[in-house]
Structure formats: C-alpha cells, structure tokens
C-alpha cells in the first residue's frame, strides 16, 4: 500500500513567519505534487517536481517555493506567510508512467 | 486557458436514489480523466478514463467519458449515507516537458440522508 504522509495536520503562523510543509512518499514514486485546497475552487496545483532535484511550476506558484532532494520528500515552502495562504495543503505522489496519484491526509494551514 | 468543471456544485438526496455528477473539460493536450471521492481527508482514487464510451463500474459507481463532446458523468445507484462525500473530477494534460500535471474541477459536495 502507498503510504504518502504530510508533517502536520493543523498548523498555525503568523503573517510574516516562514513556514515548511513536508511530504514523504515510501514508495519510490518520481513524481509529486503539492495543492490548495480552498471552497469554490478546488484542488489547484502549486508545485510539482517529476524527479529529484527537478521541479516545475503549477498553476498558482507566487509566494511559494518547493525543494526535493531526496526522491522520497517534497517540501512546500512559504517564505514569508500571509493570511491568504490560509488553506488545506494537499501533498500527492505517483510512479513515472502511471496514471494515479496518491494523496496525502493534508495539512491545514492558518495564517493569522 | 484549460478549466474543468463540475456540476451540480452539491446535491442532497435519499438513501436509494440515483445520482448523476457531472464534469465537462475544455483542455490542450488531453491524456486522461479522473474521478475522485474526498470525504474528511485525502482524495481516494475512483476512476481513470481515457476512452470514449467504454464504461468503468466498480459497485454500485459507474463512470463514462465522452471526448467528442468533452465531459464526463459519475454515476451512483442505491446511494448510500457512505457515500456521502465531496467527488473530484481531474483532467491530465500533456506538458510541452513530457510530463503530465492535473487539473480539477471545484467538486460536486454530496450529502445522502438516511
């Protein structure tokens, strides 16, 4: 069984802190991907990165940077947090070729 | 710009009714469609599509995809109160690097009463 965990479930920060999110994969995937989640827009993807030391933007990058140097973890990081990037952060990972990504439980982020 | 949506946005019925979500895409690059169910937590895979009319059916759930006419349609018979739950449609589209990324739609929110 895939096994994709996320380092926390609640978070809370202040506007201004610098924030990491970690995810980690047990199952060799190559590729993985960090969304938002937010009501009346659904997943949208930030970053995703198809190999170690490879990333690439997704659809809403700004305020965000990513780092993989290790094929098994993906971090998400705010550099400096503001109340907009309050949201339900959603890791997830798949094997190069395939069609299914496995998601992680998800960190739910507050930015006071 | 590709976008995919979903509709109804929610829906509440019966135990035993039938439901019908749907989700239509206009993307470049279409590779395959995606059905997801997220109930508290992280999305569980359903269904992946990538022919047209070849239906999918796991349980009382069934899945079909048009491409000439770019959508989709989840279906569940004799709902349950389990099956309650916000279902995601994805779209994965082809980048010019080779790689494959995801687009979803906003999700249909389901709620079945007892």
């Known amino acids: 069984d895939v096994k994709v965990t996320q380092s926390s479930r609640y978070l809370v920060k202040r506007t201004g802190e610098k924030v990491f999110l970690e995810c980690v994969q047990d199952?060799?995937?190559?590729?993985m991907f960090w969304y938002r989640q937010d009501p009346g827009l659904g997943l949208r993807l930030i970053y995703f990165s198809y190999d170690v030391k490879m990333k690439e933007k997704g659809d809403i990058p700004e305020g965000y940077s990513v780092s993989r140097e290790k094929k098994e973890r993906f971090s998400l990081i705010l550099e400096s947090a503001s109340t907009n990037q309050t949201s339900m952060y959603l890791c997830a990972s798949r094997l190069w070729g395939t069609d299914t990504q496995y998601f992680g439980p998800g960190t739910r982020l507050t930015v006071l | 710009e590709d976008k995919v949506v979903q509709s109804p946005l929610s829906l509440v019925v019966h135990e035993g009714d039938t439901v019908t979500l749907n989700c239509s895409y206009e993307?470049?690059?279409?590779?395959?469609l995606l059905w997801y169910k997220q109930e508290k937590k992280a999305p569980t895979f359903l269904f992946m599509l990538t022919s047209s009319g070849i239906e999918k059916k796991s349980g009382r759930l069934s899945s079909i995809l048009d491409k000439k006419e770019l959508f989709s349609i989840l279906n569940i018979t004799a709902t349950q109160t389990g099956d309650s739950a916000v279902y995601l449609c994805?779209?994965?589209?082809?980048?010019?690097?080779?790689?494959?990324?995801?687009?979803f739609g906003t999700g249909t929110r389901l709620k079945v009463l007892a």
């Open positions: 994805a779209v994965e589209v082809i980048m010019a690097s080779g790689t494959y990324k995801y687009i």
């Open positions: 993307v470049t690059n279409f590779r395959s």
């Open positions: 199952m060799d995937h190559e590729n």
